[in-house]
DNA sequence: GTGCTTGCAAACAGTTTGCAGATAG
DNA sequence: CTATCTGCAAACTGTTTGCAAGCAC
């Protein structure tokens, strides 16, 4: 998981080509952003940057090949309450995220002593664990800077 | 926080009272079922639960109160990726949830070890804490008896 | 050539808002 | 009496869907 961008984006449009789905020059730009995105976008944000080298692609298709990589398993989506999502293509599997409640940036930020915790309350409790998700609401540094001299 | 429904009822109409809001009967209505659920009640649910006594009440009218208790910090709001929320009116601190997937019925577990990481992972990554969301997702242990003989 | 993919526009759903009339204090 | 609250209906917003045309294989 903690491969290059290139290895990802080579991995990432094998998977697509063996589940017998079309390389279009979209799919490519798509997945070529997300393996290259250092943080966590958003639709929209993958839509303006396909633009530049796409000028035609729809928002709808951005959507239909981020839900075709989500059923893969290959994308961690974060949907927030106010029906907005950021997508995570590097590491699919339930994380921490630590995220910016001021200019909403999205980190990985290391977390000791986590791993287990799902499944220990899940079977105190009789629950068959499917998954989990924990954020952590703060402000950045940048932010922080920012808010000192307004 | 482990006080009675009643007491509970009490304390969220006086500090409705303190800050100069009105008690009609549709807020008294609407902070009793708060008051008295055992679960995390949808804005829907309330609303229909608010219909039995006062017909003429309208969603409009739940989502508004929501939002001036929430503004006073005494009802947490857990907003999910399709845009429904849920209200936990008993204790507005953040806290871990339990959330089965299939009947979408929220418990509150006992979670260990977790109250310092939030404000250890905000401080190591230089962040200032503002709060924090930890959901766990599972099949609860009704659901994974229907499904055994379906 | 076949059928998956794209792009447009309309639909969707829970929530929020504007405003006129009702009412708590 | 007057400022807040209610209820209706319309607006909002990111996402999803239906369908005809396009294109990968």
Redesign the pocket.
């Known amino acids: 998981m903690n491969q290059s961008p290139d290895a990802r984006y080579e991995e990432l449009i094998a998977k ?2 063996a589940r ?8 490519m730009a ?1 997945v070529r952003i997300l393996a290259d995105a250092a943080g966590h976008p ?3 944000e993958i839509y303006h940057q396909i633009r530049m080298r ?1 000028p ?6 951005v ?6 990589l989500k059923e893969m398993g290959e994308v961690l989506e974060l ?1 927030f309450a ?5 997508y995570d293509g590097h590491n699919p599997h339930p994380h921490a995220h630590l995220i910016c409640v001021r200019c909403r940036k999205i980190v990985d930020p290391r977390v000791e002593g986590l791993n287990a915790v799902p499944q220990d309350v899940a079977r105190a409790e009789g629950y068959l664990l499917v998954g989990h998700r924990f954020d952590i609401y703060g402000v950045c540094p940048e932010c922080r800077a920012a808010e000192a001299q307004p």
Chains 1, 2 share one sequence.
């Open positions: 697509l080509r017998g789905g079309r390389i279009t020059p979209q799919r798509i958003s639709a929209e796409f035609t692609t729809s928002l709808a298709t959507y239909k090949v981020i839900a075709a949907g106010d029906g907005s999502s950021r």
